[in-house]
């Protein structure tokens, strides 16, 4: 019975762990060096190509079809038009790569 305890207790531990990691959002901040559009979505990448998500891609996306793709892609813009840098806040996809969750202008 105690092991079962332990088992049970290990595997929630592991649950909790993988969980919160892959809806960590990582913070980037920095210039804008390019904001490309590509069959609609958008990506972002930052002066001096930083590894973004933690996970070493050097590029952002949003997908057309998020809620606010539209608030995204104007101020990553008026951002680069401005030269003002921006925090970015992402997280890494099913696919591995680095989804944009939200922009703030500095």
């Known amino acids: 019975m105690k092991i ?3 088992f049970m207790f290990v595997l929630a531990f592991f649950t909790i ?3 919160a990691k892959a809806d960590t959002w ?4 920095g ?11 958008l990506r972002l990448l930052f002066e001096g190509t930083p590894a973004l998500c933690g996970n070493g891609t050097n590029w952002a ?3 057309r079809f998020k ?3 539209d608030s995204f892609l104007s101020t990553l813009l008026a951002a680069k038009m401005a030269e003002k840098g921006i925090t970015l806040y992402s997280t890494v996809d099913a696919s591995g790569l680095c989804e944009i969750q939200a922009v703030y202008l500095q």
């Open 4 to 6: 079962a305890k332990s």
């Open 17 to 19: 762990i993988c969980t």
């Open 26 to 29: 990582v913070a980037t901040a």
């Open 31 to 41: 210039k804008i060096l390019r904001v490309e559009i590509r069959e609609g979505d």
């Open 61 to 63: 996306y949003a997908s």
């Open 67 to 69: 809620p606010n793709y």
